[in-house]
């Protein structure tokens, strides 16, 4: 398969399957003209970081759970603590989303919204300074 096919089937950008050649997360193989040429071993590979990548792994947590899809010897403790450390980073990030959005919900109701000048809002953004 050339780029083309295996960004339709893998459903990625062309410049992103480039990017993981680069940085060594799949080897396609060179036909004599130098183009790339996928196997189903690489569509594997790329469609499997596509998912991990949309659950919002990071590029080393890819490469860390790629390796051990890859050894039979795994252990499977060792995929779910990586699992459950970005899942504690989730729910971090939750929290923090969900403290932003009360604070900056009572910011809006505090505001009359009228055609004074005073506004909370700003006070608020304007009290770091």
Known sequence: ????????????????????????????LRDTNG????RDQDLHKLAFLSRART?????????????LYADQERASADVKRIAEVHLTQID??????????DTLSELVRSCAG????????????????
């Open 55 to 67: 659950l919002g792994f990071t590029i080393e947590d890819c490469r860390t759970l790629m390796a």
């Open 114 to 129: 009228d055609h004074r000048p005073d506004c909370p809002i700003l006070k608020d953004l304007a009290a770091g300074v």
């Open 35 to 38: 183009y790339r040429a996928f």
């Open 1 to 28: 398969m050339n780029i083309g096919d295996v960004a339709r089937r893998a459903s990625l950008p062309a410049k992103t399957i480039r990017y993981y050649e680069d940085i060594g997360l799949v080897k396609p």
């Open 92 to 101: 971090d990030k939750i929290a923090q989303l969900e403290a932003m959005r």
